[in-house]
Each structure stands twice: as structure tokens, then as C-alpha cells.
């Protein structure tokens, strides 16, 4: 009998017509086993079980990433956010208040130009540009060659800005510890219901440019409750990294999200 | 459209198991809260099968219903978004299904 998926080697599947036929199992480690038939009467199409998840490839490698941050006490977030929700922004502020206490680097991901990139780099961190070309979405092992371009420092930072994007970059884990998804007070209160993977995958909700507020019909209260249907559990910043406000609670958060990095290190027993 | 990105994905994970044999038939199963579209799968599949293992190989896509199970009255309920809430009204639900997004199998054979 199989080990993995409990068929009988000698196998025992018949058919209606009263002949069997050899089938053969990939699981999804790559295992492959056969188990071999009787006496054909006549060809028949073969059927593999394959069971393997899509992603399976991109989780496989995100979670070397995730092993390659923990080893180095690294928190590594992924940024995501519709194209202009001010994602470029919130990290030059935060690379020019923070980069004295805690080194900051930065993946890039664009589909196309190194303009962001740059705009870190002049905010005072190292930063790694990825096109994506006409992708539109950083996957695992895009940022695994960034990572081993930008040689990130032990208990550093990694801020890992997605291609601005709702909807594609929820189903691609990069091996981050959390998403940040940023909305902008300027999008409307109903965001998390139009794109909810990217709501539902995130573990914070950064609200930009709270400094229109007075200029835009974006309900506060609303834009929670939207967001916590999707995900009870969200956490919610208000900032605005034009003015500033609010940019305390998200330099706290950081804080505490990169402290447990290193307890879970410390727990790990390194 | 990470369907195409999602489609690759598929074409090397059936290409690497038939390990050189041709595939007549592919067969997977999306859930309908899994953030993807059969259909733009279906759309891209011929055009990244060209020229691999599966090149003709025909695409079956199970649809999968979103079910999801409330953690107040225990019933077990159809869920057409990541965010339905239980008909008893609560909102602390667990999914069951709909986010499924696997290959099941593949066809091994002359495509034809």
C-alpha cells in the first residue's frame, strides 16, 4: 500500500467494462509511484492523480525566504496597495525617521522604470529595483534574487513595496512576515469589499493621506467595518506620510513587529 | 492577470510529471473565492501549452462552491464571497471550501 495516499499497490480499481488498467501517483513532494496493471484490451488514455496545489512552487520558496529572514532576525514586510495610494511615500518617511534606529532596505517591485528605487535610495537605504516587466506582481523567487542582491544586515528591516495592484499580489506569498495593505483616503471607504483577498491576506491596514479627510467623502467608520468584515482580525493605522500624522503608531508597530522577530529567533534557540 | 502567471504554474507542474509523455487532459479544481477566473484560465492555457507536453491537451476546470461553517450556531452554509456572514448573522464563520486552486490530474495519451 501506498504510504501517502493509501492505495493499494496491488491495485484494485476496476471498471465497468471488467478490465483494469495501470495508474500512477505524483504526490506532491514529487514522489512518483506506479502501480502496474493487468493485460490490456486495448489502450486507454492513462489518468495521473496529481493533487498538487498551483502555488505550490511559490510557497516552497517563500517559506525559503521566510527560513532566510528568520536565520538573520530580519522583519520582513510586504507593501501592497492600488498604484498611488502613496506606498513610495510612507517608506521615504520612514526610511528618513527610522534609519538610525533600525537599518532599513528596500525591494522595489515596478512592472517597468527604477524611479522608486531611486526615490529610496535618496531617502538614505539601499534599495533594489525589480521590474516585473508585464507581470504584475513580485513573486518568491523575484524577491529571493533581490534579496541576494541587496545582502540585507542581520536585524535589519526589509520593505518589500509590491507592484501597486489589489488584486493580483494576494495570492502570492513572498515569504514576509506580514502584509501591509495601504489605502488612501482619496480611494473611498469601500476598497476592502471591492478587493477582499488583498484585505483578508493582510495583517494591517494603513490608512493614507488622512490629511484630505475633510476634502473627500471617506467614511472612517465604514472604511473598518468594510475592512474587519473582510478580516476580523486587521489591525488599522491612520497616517498621513505627507504630513506625518499618525506616523507614530506606524514607527510602534514596526517596533514591536521587529522585537518579536528576534524573540521568535531567541525562542528558536539562536 | 496573475491567470497567466497562475497557468504557467500548471503547464510546469503537469510538464514535470509526465516527464516526457504526452498529456491529453488536464483537470483542476478552482474555488469560486480563490481570487482566480476559470475563465481567463481557460483563455490562457492553449497559448502556454504551445509547444510543452500539453500542447492540445484539453483543460476540465471544477468549479468549486464557497461553503463555510459558523462558529456561533454550528451551520454549515453557501458562501458566495470571502465575507458572508452566517444566516444566523454572525461573522465568525470558517471556511470549508472555495479556495481551492489544485491540479487533480492529468491524461496521459495521444492528444486528438
Redesign the interface.
Known amino acids: 500500500m501506498c504510504a501517502i495516499c493509501g492505495c493499494s499497490g496491488e491495485h484494485d480499481h476496476h471498471h465497468d467494462d471488467g478490465h483494469d488498467h495501470e495508474h500512477e501517483h505524483v504526490h506532491a513532494d514529487g514522489t512518483r509511484h506506479s502501480h502496474d496493471g493487468h493485460d490490456h484490451h486495448h489502450e486507454h488514455a492513462r489518468i495521473v492523480e496529481l493533487e498538487t496545489r498551483i502555488l505550490a512552487k511559490n510557497d516552497a520558496s517563500a517559506e525559503r525566504n521566510r527560513a532566510w529572514f528568520a536565520e538573520r532576525s530580519i522583519l520582513a514586510l510586504n507593501l501592497v496597495s492600488a498604484p498611488g495610494a502613496g506606498k513610495t511615500t510612507l517608506l521615504e518617511r520612514t526610511i528618513r525617521d527610522l534609519k538610525d534606529e533600525l537599518p532599513i532596505s528596500v525591494l522595489e517591485g515596478d512592472q517597468a522604470t527604477a524611479l522608486d528605487g531611486d526615490r529610496i535610495r535618496a531617502a538614505g537605504a539601499p534599495a533594489v529595483q525589480i521590474n516585473t516587466g508585464t507581470g504584475c506582481h513580485l513573486d518568491a523567487d523575484m524577491v529571493a534574487r533581490g534579496l541576494a542582491e541587496l545582502q540585507p544586515a542581520p536585524r535589519s528591516l526589509v520593505l518589500i513595496e509590491n507592484v501597486g495592484n489589489l488584486v493580483c499580489p494576494a495570492l502570492f506569498d513572498l515569504g514576509e512576515r506580514a502584509k501591509a495593505a495601504i489605502l488612501s483616503v482619496t480611494e473611498g471607504d469601500d476598497k476592502p469589499l471591492k478587493y477582499p483577498h488583498m484585505f483578508a491576506a493582510a495583517q494591517l491596514m494603513i490608512v493614507n493621506k488622512i490629511d484630505l479627510l475633510a476634502h473627500v467623502d471617506f467614511n472612517v467608520d465604514r472604511a473598518v467595518a468594510h475592512a474587519r468584515a473582510v478580516n476580523p482580525a486587521i489591525e488599522v493605522l491612520w497616517v498621513s506620510a505627507r504630513s506625518g500624522k499618525g506616523l507614530a503608531g506606524w514607527y510602534e508597530w514596526l517596533r514591536r513587529a521587529a522585537g518579536r522577530t528576534r524573540d521568535d529567533r531567541i525562542a528558536a534557540g539562536a | ?2 491567470e497567466l ?2 497557468t504557467r ?2 503547464v ?3 510538464g514535470e ?2 516527464a516526457g509523455r504526452r498529456v ?2 488536464v483537470t ?1 479544481d478552482i474555488g469560486r473565492l480563490s ?2 477566473m476559470a475563465e481567463a484560465i481557460e483563455f490562457c492555457f492553449p497559448i502556454v501549452a504551445e509547444g510543452t507536453a500539453l500542447a492540445g491537451a484539453a483543460l476540465a476546470v471544477n468549479l468549486i462552491d464557497g461553503r463555510a461553517r459558523c462558529a456561533e450556531c454550528h451551520a454549515e452554509f453557501f458562501a458566495d ?3 458572508t456572514p452566517c444566516p444566523c448573522g454572525s ?2 464563520t470558517t471556511r470549508l471550501a472555495g479556495e481551492e ?9 495521444e492528444t486528438g
Open positions: 492577470m496573475h502567471s497562475i504554474n500548471i510546469a507542474i503537469v510529471a509526465a491529453s487532459r483542476l481570487g482566480v464571497t470571502l465575507f461573522r465568525h486552486l489544485s491540479v487533480k490530474t492529468m491524461e496521459l495519451g
